[in-house]
């Protein structure tokens, strides 16, 4: 089968590699996949948890490895030890890619917070094949059934979802509170979802320099948008809201962002970095301590996959096909997937590639 694999910064190819066997407790999936923004930075340079030369601690892979976490897909064969009663070929599923190491003595892991085990990692980003591919093998435990009437192309998104809908309930979000995006592209937009199924009715205002991304963030549920580049974001926030907001979640991972997160802030606010950083960060602690505000990340998501899948079903988050930028080929993934995101940045309001 083919699969896009990451050698390193600039260089995925698609390559020709071996179909998986489905060993024990695993399906075989075909996958219908999404490119991720985290992918386009580890394209562009070296990004912290991704793999390298080095082996991973639990996978024991070095580059290359096949590329692709945010997926679905149609289970075709079941490996020994699955209950192929319920696990049936013909099965939309959807993969939660996070794993932790599984150890007793993994205070993550036994807690069940596995996005945060030390030795952890991610399918397609660490190993044990991904997305970016015609089929692959996965461990059940990491596999979610999809309802019916949820498309495949929906189910890609779960996983970016998850994201969003995760750093929302770490916030303790409430309807009534206000709230500010830094960054409107796929996770900012999914933060927009989420928020909306909670309030559709507040006040979310999103900061965003690419006009069109701003068109698109008030087409999904932004009450206002800020150009960073027009208007310093702290000066525009409290020019709408004078306290400030409740909320601030920071997607675009630059020292920038961050301060006007926290410069947007009222008293005793919340800022949420969702953002994987390529660089070290310096936070305004005085200011962080004058105004006793909250600070905290959020990395990935922690078993928020089946109320996203449940949500979504619901009816509750709607419209995530619109944040599908367009469809390509598996072989065309490189040139006209990972390329032309990065090369037309500024013209996709979604920049939201899937390959099927």
């Known amino acids: 089968m083919k699969a896009g694999r990451y050698y390193g910064p600039g260089d995925i190819r698609v390559d020709d590699v071996s179909d998986p066997i489905p060993k024990l407790e695993q399906v075989k999936i075909r996958v219908v996949n999404g490119i991720c923004g985290s992918d386009l930075h580890a394209y562009l340079t070296n990004v912290p948890l991704y793999a390298s030369s080095e082996p991973h601690a639990i996978t024991g892979e070095t580059v290359p490895v096949t590329l692709g976490h945010e997926f679905s897909g149609t289970i075709v064969d079941v490996g020994p030890g699955v209950d192929a ?210 600070f905290t990340g959020t990395l990935g998501y922690d078993r928020v996959h089946p109320e996203v899948i449940a949500l979504v079903a619901a009816g509750k988050i709607t419209g995530i096909e619109k944040l599908i930028t367009r469809r390509i080929a598996l072989q065309d993934v490189v040139e006209d997937g990972f390329k032309r995101l990065l090369s037309e940045k500024e013209k996709h309001g979604q920049s939201f590639h899937m390959y099927v």
């Not at 044990?128 to 596999?143: K, Q, T």
């Not at 410069?263 to 105004?291: F, H, M, P, Y």
């Open 85 to 294: 009663t319920k696990w049936t070929p013909g099965t939309n599923v959807v993969v939660e890619p996070l794993f932790g190491c599984s150890k007793g003595d993994c205070l993550s892991c036994s807690s069940g917070t596995r996005n945060i085990c030390p030795l952890g990692g991610s399918i397609g980003i660490n190993g044990w094949g991904g997305g970016l591919s015609e089929y692959i093998a996965v461990d059940l435990r990491y596999v979610h059934a999809l309802p019916k009437g949820v498309s495949l192309e929906v189910g890609a998104c779960i996983e970016p979802l998850s994201v969003a809908y995760y750093a929302v309930k770490r916030s303790g979000f409430t309807a009534g509170q206000t709230v500010l995006v830094i960054g409107a592209g796929p996770i900012g937009l999914f933060l927009l979802k989420v928020l909306r199924s909670i309030d559709p009715t507040g006040t979310i205002i999103v900061s965003e320099p690419a006009a069109i991304r701003r068109e698109f963030a008030l087409e999904h549920g932004a009450t206002q948008v800020i150009n960073p580049k027009a208007e310093p974001v702290p000066a525009a926030i409290k020019r709408i809201i004078a306290p400030g907001v409740h909320l601030a979640f920071d997607t675009a991972g630059i020292q920038v962002s961050l301060d006007a997160c926290l410069g947007s802030l009222r008293q005793r606010g919340t800022c949420v970095n969702i953002a994987l950083w390529e660089t070290k960060a310096t936070l305004d602690v005085n200011l962080i301590l004058g105004k006793e505000l909250n």
